[in-house]
C-alpha cells in the first residue's frame, strides 16, 4: 500500500472578527469611527475597544498610500517567488524590470511638469507685479506733476 502525503495546506478560513476587521477596512476610515459610535451607544466597553484598537492598531491615522505600499511589497515579494519555468521567471523579471524604469521616467516627468508649472507661475508673479510697480510709479509721477 502506498500512502501520498499532500504538502498543500489549505489557507484557515478568517474568523468572524478577522472578516469584519477586513470588511471595515475596504469601507474607510468612515466605517471604523461608525462602528466606535455604534459600540459606545449599544454597548459601551465595545465601542471602548473599537476606539482603542483604531488609535493603538493605527487604523485611525494610518495614511492610505502608506497602506497600499505595505501591500504592494507584501505582494511583491510573492511576485518575485519562482513558478518553476525558467523561461515565464525570465519575462517576468524583464517586465517588472521595464515597468520600474517606465515608472521612474513618469516620475521624473512628472518632477519636470511640475517645474515647469511653477516657474510659468512665477514668472506671470514677477510679470504682474513689474506691470503693478509701473503702474504706481506713473501715478507716483502723475501726483507729483499736479502738486
Not at 483604531?54 to 487604523?59: A, F, L
Not at 521624473?108 to 511640475?114: I, N
Request: aromatic share 12%; charged share 30%.
Amino acid at each position: 500500500m502506498t500512502y501520498v502525503a499532500s504538502t498543500h495546506t489549505a489557507a484557515p478560513a478568517p474568523n468572524m472578527l478577522r472578516r469584519a476587521e477586513m470588511w471595515l477596512d475596504e469601507k474607510g476610515k468612515g466605517a471604523w469611527i461608525a462602528a466606535t459610535v455604534i459600540g459606545f451607544i449599544f454597548v459601551w466597553p465595545v465601542g471602548l475597544a473599537l476606539l482603542a484598537y483604531t488609535i493603538w492598531g493605527k487604523k485611525m491615522f494610518a495614511c492610505k498610500s502608506k497602506s497600499d505600499r505595505h501591500n504592494f511589497r507584501r505582494h511583491a515579494g510573492y511576485a518575485m517567488k519562482s513558478s518553476g519555468n525558467s523561461a515565464f521567471d525570465a519575462y517576468k523579471t524583464e517586465t517588472l524590470r521595464r515597468l520600474e524604469e517606465e515608472q521612474g521616467s513618469f516620475e521624473d516627468f512628472l518632477d519636470r511638469l511640475r517645474a515647469a508649472k511653477d516657474k510659468a507661475e512665477f514668472d506671470q508673479f514677477m510679470k504682474d507685479r513689474a506691470k503693478t510697480a509701473d503702474a504706481d510709479t506713473d501715478t507716483n509721477v502723475t501726483d507729483k506733476e499736479d502738486a
